[in-house]
């Protein structure tokens, strides 16, 4: 028998590389452990493909990132200590802005896809990649 720590670990395996396999171990287990099932299907393919499309989004915010860094150095020179000082006040200010403004409860509606939720997500999504390269740019940014 597993431990539901290892349950827990080949659960979040499954959502991630075969949502599929999930719905059936979730049909398995939910049962006999007395959790919970979700309630719609269409929930662990909304999970895998959130953990995807995220994964993209860091890596191609930190690409972008690093390029900038890397060309402002090309183009400018060495940052000085205050240029990265104040890239990362930047970086970290939108993170915060980003993680502050979302709106969770307050405008969902059962399908989660009206315009309103959406331009919710693209808004937060925004400020975390655009910060994110901000943070990555002041790393790769050569300094004095």
Do not use: H
Request: aromatic residues 12%; glycine residues 8%.
């Amino acid at each position: 028998m597993r431990t539901p720590m290892q349950i827990a670990v080949w659960a979040c395996i499954l959502v991630i590389f075969s949502p599929n396999r999930f719905l059936v171990f979730q049909d398995k287990k939910t049962k006999s452990l007395g959790i919970p099932a979700a309630s719609n299907d269409d929930s662990v393919f909304v999970v895998s493909r959130a953990f995807w499309v995220s994964l993209i989004l860091v890596v191609v915010s930190g690409a972008v990132g690093a390029t900038v860094g890397l060309l402002c150095g090309r183009a400018f020179g060495a940052a000085t200590p205050r240029t990265i000082y104040w890239l990362q006040i930047g970086g970290v200010s939108l993170l915060l802005w980003g993680t502050l403004f979302v709106r969770g409860w307050e405008i969902e509606t059962f399908d989660g896809r009206t315009l309103i939720e959406r331009v919710n997500r693209w808004i937060y999504r925004a400020l975390y990649c655009v910060g994110t390269a901000i943070l990555v740019s002041s790393l790769t940014w050569p300094q004095i």
